[in-house]
């Protein structure tokens, strides 16, 4: 693993790393936080939130005032405890609950409101203004910071990342079925790239990744050089 870049005294860049789910952008964005000393900040985890909030109070999905006034009242932390990063609402700890697959279904409808897109988008922007940051979404490139220091768009086959997924609730012991799981990825891409609002669309500027056939460290490796790269240029 390239470590050169730890420690140093870094300008604190912007890094914008979208795509659809399921292409590691999780992962790998936390690992470059890691890796440069950085902020990482999952902005799905902030619409999940929205979502599971939304449905224990029995709010109507389309519901855009109410939806409006839940973002604005709600206290949302990332905590980082030991080498875990944890999601926290209201002082709850919200980490497991927001990804049950029921909600990651809900998650796409509520990230088509206008409405919650504004108020997160500009929580988003006021978390990341400052730099020295990592942000991980579908429209961080393009809506969020456009002017972002370094943008990637991360893609990977819907097969190889409904399999990644499927592999990753069995291993936390839920009960899935491949195919089914590969139809989830295929109906959430097609929702979120489909919506109205800020729909997942690549950044004119953004450098591609595939990683259908690369592993976590390779593309973790790609990544670091580049923004390597950019910092001595
Ligand atoms: O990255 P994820 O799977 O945790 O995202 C959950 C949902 O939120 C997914 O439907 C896409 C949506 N989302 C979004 O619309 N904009 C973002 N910046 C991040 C996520």
Do not use: W
């Not at 790239?193 to 592993?215: F, K, Q, V, Y």
């Amino acid at each position: 693993m390239n470590s050169l870049l730890k420690g140093e005294d870094l300008p604190g860049l912007i890094i914008a790393i979208d795509g659809p789910s399921g292409a590691g952008k999780s992962t790998l964005s936390k690992a470059l936080a890691a890796e440069l000393g950085y902020v990482n900040i999952d902005t799905g985890a902030m619409y999940r939130a929205v979502a599971l909030l939304a449905t224990r109070r029995q709010l109507a999905l389309d519901d855009a005032s109410a939806l409006r006034l839940l973002c604005r009242q709600m206290q949302l932390e990332f905590r980082r405890n030991g080498g875990q990063e944890r999601v926290f609402v209201n002082g709850e700890d919200i980490s497991t609950a927001i990804r049950l697959p029921e909600v990651s279904l809900l998650t796409s409808k509520v990230a088509a409101c206008s409405a919650v897109r504004e108020e997160l988008v500009q929580m988003q922007q006021q978390l990341g203004e400052k730099g020295g940051v990592v942000l991980e979404g579908r429209d961080i490139g393009t809506v969020v910071f456009p002017q972002a220091d370094i943008k990637f768009f991360l893609t990977a086959s819907a097969e190889e990342r409904g399999q990644r997924r499927f592999e990753e609730l069995r291993a936390k012991g839920m009960s899935v079925d491949l195919q089914q799981t590969i139809a989830e990825v295929r109906a959430r891409d097609a929702a979120d790239s489909s919506r109205e609002h800020a729909p997942l669309c690549r950044a004119e500027d953004a450098i591609d990744i595939d990683s259908t056939a690369l592993g976590i460290d390779q593309v973790l490796a790609l990544m670091l050089g580049m923004v390597k790269e950019r910092l001595e240029n």
